[in-house]
């Protein structure tokens, strides 16, 4: 059953957020004084973000380039392992809870506890990507489908949120847009299980067989 404005309005700007670009493109750094050659300038040292940054930057690139997908599998534990890590211990903590009192069914705490992550560190993906999880399991999907947009912003190849939203669109009849962010996502992690037959069947069914 397709679903009204509302949803289809989250679609549109999740749509949008993943394929923004990270980040701004770096400048041109202008040439140094000639003056004391032989004197070392102090380098910076990446803060923890950008370190992090830096280490996804070098995983999405394998996992997109793999073809093995065994490796496919380690890569993307890892980059789930780094997305888990605010730098914040409260944050951490915060989530921890929250998952914890997910399993035992406690969703109302949940989702108190996730909305004070968001609100504490509204710039950690992981945070929005946790509670959109845990109101697709509670048939909130246009509440899902805003949090996913937000995660995107923030992290457009997040494949748990463009798988997420992939699933929100063919429970309600939009498998072209699945499609869409399925192909996507074949781009990201292009040996996910099940993935590419998911794509070929949509495929076929949104556009039919080639002539």
Same mark, same amino acid.
């Given at each position: &059953?397709?679903?009204?404005? $509302? *949803?289809?309005?989250?679609?549109? !700007?999740?749509?949008? @957020?993943?394929?923004?670009?990270?980040?701004?493109?770096?400048?041109? &750094?202008?040439?140094?004084?000639?003056? #004391?050659? !032989?004197?070392?300038?102090?380098? $910076?040292?990446?803060?923890?973000?950008?370190?992090?940054?830096?280490? !996804?930057?070098? /995983?999405?690139?394998? /996992?997109?380039?793999?073809?093995?997908? +065994?490796?496919?599998?380690?890569?993307?534990?890892? =980059?789930?392992? *780094?997305? &888990?890590?605010?730098?914040?211990?409260?944050?951490?903590?915060?989530?921890?809870?929250?998952?914890?009192?997910? #399993?035992? %069914?406690?969703?109302?705490? #949940?989702?108190?506890?996730?909305?004070?992550?968001?609100?504490?560190?509204?710039?950690?993906?992981?945070?929005?990507? +946790?509670? @959109?999880?845990?109101?697709? +399991?509670?048939?909130?999907? @246009?509440?899902? &489908?805003?949090? =996913? @947009?937000?995660?995107?912003?923030?992290? $457009?190849? %997040?494949?748990?949120?463009?798988?997420?939203?992939?699933?929100?669109?063919?429970?309600?009849? !939009?498998?072209?847009?699945?499609?869409? =962010?399925?192909?996507r996502l074949l781009q990201i992690y292009p040996t996910m299980s099940g993935?590419?037959?998911?794509?070929?069947?949509?495929?076929?069914?949104?556009?039919?067989?080639? =002539?």
């Amino acid at each position: &059953m397709r679903v009204g404005s $509302p *949803l289809v309005a989250r679609v549109a !700007l999740a749509l949008g @957020a993943a394929w923004l670009v990270a980040g701004p493109a770096s400048r041109s &750094m202008a040439a140094a004084p000639v003056a #004391a050659p !032989l004197a070392k300038q102090p380098q $910076p040292v990446p803060s923890l973000s950008e370190s992090r940054r830096q280490m !996804l930057a070098k /995983l999405y690139a394998r /996992l997109a380039a793999t073809t093995n997908a +065994q490796e496919g599998v380690m890569i993307a534990a890892r =980059i789930q392992t *780094l997305q &888990m890590r605010s730098g914040s211990a409260t944050s951490d903590l915060l989530l921890s809870r929250a998952m914890d009192v997910a #399993a035992k %069914h406690n969703t109302t705490l #949940a989702l108190k506890l996730l909305d004070q992550v968001v609100v504490l560190d509204p710039s950690w993906p992981e945070g929005w990507n +946790q509670r @959109a999880t845990l109101r697709f +399991q509670a048939n909130d999907d @246009a509440g899902s &489908m805003r949090d =996913i @947009a937000r995660v995107l912003k923030l992290e $457009p190849r %997040h494949f748990g949120a463009l798988s997420g939203m992939a699933e929100i669109l063919l429970r309600h009849g !939009l498998d072209k847009d699945a499609l869409v =962010i399925d192909r996507r996502l074949l781009q990201i992690y292009p040996t996910m299980s099940g993935l590419k037959k998911t794509v070929d069947d949509l495929t076929l069914k949104v556009e039919g067989r080639p =002539i």
